[in-house]
């Protein structure tokens, strides 16, 4: 699968973006998603994640009731609906996924850390200023 995220931008503390990752292909639908960040000489951490069917998801403890992320698997698309944004949150943010091979007779399942990803896009960058 290739992805392409999108959506970053320049935005005031306490604002709100949305980012977006397209995937291609037809098995999108069984692919686990994550969104994680990286901020300059720093390590790419996860922020949130949600598994193939949209029925779990994770969410950074950094994060947690400020953003949201979704899929609407019609469109082969996941979001990050990140609201009150702060400065620390400045960073370029990628979207990842991982095919649940098992998807057909095991529990979706989530992953919360890069090594278990095979698909990167290409990052957007988020800066927050204060």
């Known amino acids: 699968v290739q992805l392409q995220a999108y959506g970053g931008g320049l935005v005031q503390a306490g604002g709100s973006l949305r980012l977006s990752c397209v995937g291609s292909g037809r098995t999108f639908s069984y692919y686990v998603m994550g969104w994680f960040r990286q901020a300059p000489g720093k390590e790419r951490n996860i922020v949130a994640a949600i598994t193939w069917n949209g029925g779990s998801t994770y969410h950074a403890d950094s994060v947690k009731g400020r953003f949201t992320i979704s899929r609407d698997n019609a469109k082969n698309t996941v979001y990050l609906q990140m609201n009150s944004l702060k400065p620390e949150d400045t960073a370029v943010y990628y979207c990842?996924?991982?095919?649940?091979?098992?998807?057909?007779?095991?529990?979706?399942?989530?992953?919360?850390?890069?090594?278990?990803?095979?698909?990167w896009g290409q990052g957007t960058l988020v800066t927050v200023s204060s």
């Open positions: 990842a996924a991982d095919f649940q091979a098992d998807f057909q007779k095991a529990r979706p399942v989530l992953r919360t850390t890069a090594s278990e990803y095979d698909y």
